[in-house]
């Protein structure tokens, strides 16, 4: 069962705070309010991306980053001790 929470005359609720706490929502942060098919209204949490940090949430860019995750669970990877040591693996003088 849900906590129960009163509606002011300004159209405001407060939301509990273990759902804050759990969900880790900040004062200033974003609630997207919608109405489900059912009538339920449902919040969820928007937390806003800076424009120069935009492509890492991109689908492609996502994809990438569950491949590389992937590659690493299966051991798919070599740790090299420096970073020239890297640049003569690639180039095939290692």
Do not use: C
Request: net charge neutral; glycine share 8%; hydrophobic share 40%.
């Amino acid at each position: 069962m849900g906590a129960l929470t009163k509606l002011t005359s300004g159209g405001q609720i407060t939301l509990p705070k273990e759902i804050r706490i759990k969900t880790n929502m900040q004062p200033g942060d974003f609630v997207e309010v919608k109405l489900d098919e059912e009538g339920h209204i449902v919040l969820t949490l928007k937390k806003l991306v800076d424009a120069n940090q935009a492509y890492f949430w991109s689908e492609e860019w996502q994809a990438g980053e569950r491949k590389a995750d992937a590659d690493i669970e299966a051991g798919r990877m070599k740790r090299f001790k420096s970073a020239a040591d890297a640049v003569k693996y690639l180039e095939g003088k290692a």
